[in-house]
């Protein structure tokens, strides 16, 4: 998952800072983007590929999923699943009619 | 009785317990903002007046007369801007505490670890002075639907920011004391936490645009 000598705990402090300063810069741009009255649709979409590239940054280096073992991915794997049901679902539901 | 696994991986897993335990736990957490997000998202696209601000709220606000007005427009962005970069930052203190261990610098990841702990209360100090607006203009979870959302997520965030100060609280002061008997299963202890920490990151990462700026 992760170094043990010091020079690699260093590069890893170092990929942190880095992910950090990322971090700063998306939320900057999330905000700035918002001020710039984009068609709807067009700003939903932007501020989601944001988020979820800061999303990915977060889980990926600050949560180690980049190099984490593979009982973690089959259990994200499995939430993923249940995640775009309870996401999905109820939007297929109601463009289905169901519901009323 | 000695606890298996607390630092050593299981064969099976390749974890250690209380890393799989998280995950788990953090699994549970994902859908239970998922069905908070879903029904956030439904409510959205479903009902055409969920976002418009009712007359009577709208002439309370002083906005009579002047146009239909849209939910996002009474929340604090600059309150939630400053707070998503307290949040950050907190994320890579919380990284960098746990990196300090691993360097065996307990000093330094006292330092962090505190950070950590003065930026999780930045985050509700802002958190309550946003409230506290809402509520001196009387706009209450009972006032709107969109209101009611706001306060169930926002609400529900904080209260996991506020069980991380708990958690991480008590890795920095009387916790610590395992450094000198276990350094190797207090390293862990700090990692898990963090795991839970970058997830309450995560969930504001989503959260912020969703509901401020969109």
């Known amino acids: 998952m992760s170094g043990h000598t010091a020079e690699e705990i260093r590069a890893e402090v170092r990929r942190y800072w880095l992910v950090g300063l990322a971090l700063f810069l998306l939320t900057i741009i999330t905000v700035a983007v918002s001020y710039l009255h984009l068609s709807a649709g067009m700003a939903v979409a932007i501020a989601l590929i944001i988020a979820c590239v800061?999303?990915?940054?977060?889980?990926?280096?600050?949560?180690?999923?980049?190099?984490?073992?593979?009982?973690?991915?089959?259990?994200?794997?499995?939430?993923?699943?249940?995640?775009?049901?309870?996401?999905?679902?109820?939007l297929g539901g109601r463009l289905g009619g169901v519901g009323g | 009785m000695q606890i298996p696994y607390t630092v050593e991986e299981r064969p099976d897993t390749g974890l250690y317990n209380a890393k799989l335990g998280v995950w788990l736990f953090l699994a549970s957490e994902v859908m239970l903002f998922g069905a908070l997000f879903s029904s956030y998202i439904l409510l959205r696209t479903g009902d055409p007046s969920f976002m418009i601000v009712p007359h009577a709220i709208a002439e309370q606000l002083g906005h009579a007369g002047h146009g239909e007005?849209?939910?996002?427009?009474?929340?604090?962005?600059?309150?939630?801007?400053?707070?998503?970069?307290?949040?950050?930052?907190?994320?890579?203190?919380?990284?960098?505490?746990?990196?300090?261990?691993?360097?065996?610098?307990l000093d330094k990841f006292r330092l962090?670890?505190?950070?950590?702990?003065?930026?999780?209360?930045?985050?509700?100090?802002?958190?309550?002075?946003?409230?506290?607006?809402?509520?001196?203009?009387?706009?209450?979870?009972?006032?709107?639907?969109?209101?009611?959302?706001?306060?169930?997520?926002?609400?529900?965030?904080?209260?996991?920011?506020?069980?991380?100060?708990?958690?991480?609280?008590?890795?920095?002061?009387?916790?610590?004391?395992?450094?000198?008997?276990?350094?190797?299963?207090?390293?862990?202890?700090?990692?898990?936490?963090?795991?839970?920490?970058?997830?309450?990151?995560?969930?504001?990462i989503f959260l912020f645009p969703s509901l401020y700026l969109l």
């Open chain 1, 54 to 90: 800061k999303g990915g940054l977060v889980a990926g280096v600050f949560m180690h999923l980049i190099s984490e073992r593979q009982a973690v991915y089959a259990l994200l794997l499995l939430t993923a699943v249940f995640f775009l049901f309870v996401m999905l679902g109820p």
């Open chain 2, 112 to 204: 962090w670890m505190g950070l950590t702990l003065l930026c999780s209360l930045v985050f509700l100090v802002l958190k309550a002075v946003e409230y506290n607006a809402k509520f001196s203009h009387h706009l209450l979870p009972g006032t709107a639907n969109f209101l009611a959302i706001y306060f169930t997520l926002t609400g529900l965030h904080a209260l996991h920011v506020i069980g991380g100060v708990v958690v991480n609280g008590y890795l920095w002061g009387p916790g610590a004391k395992m450094w000198k008997s276990d350094p190797a299963r207090f390293t862990n202890r700090v990692e898990v936490a963090g795991l839970y920490w970058h997830f309450v990151d995560l969930v504001w």
């Open chain 2, 69 to 105: 007005l849209r939910w996002p427009a009474e929340l604090n962005v600059p309150i939630a801007f400053v707070n998503t970069l307290v949040l950050i930052f907190s994320s890579v203190t919380i990284v960098m505490s746990w990196a300090s261990l691993r360097l065996r610098k």
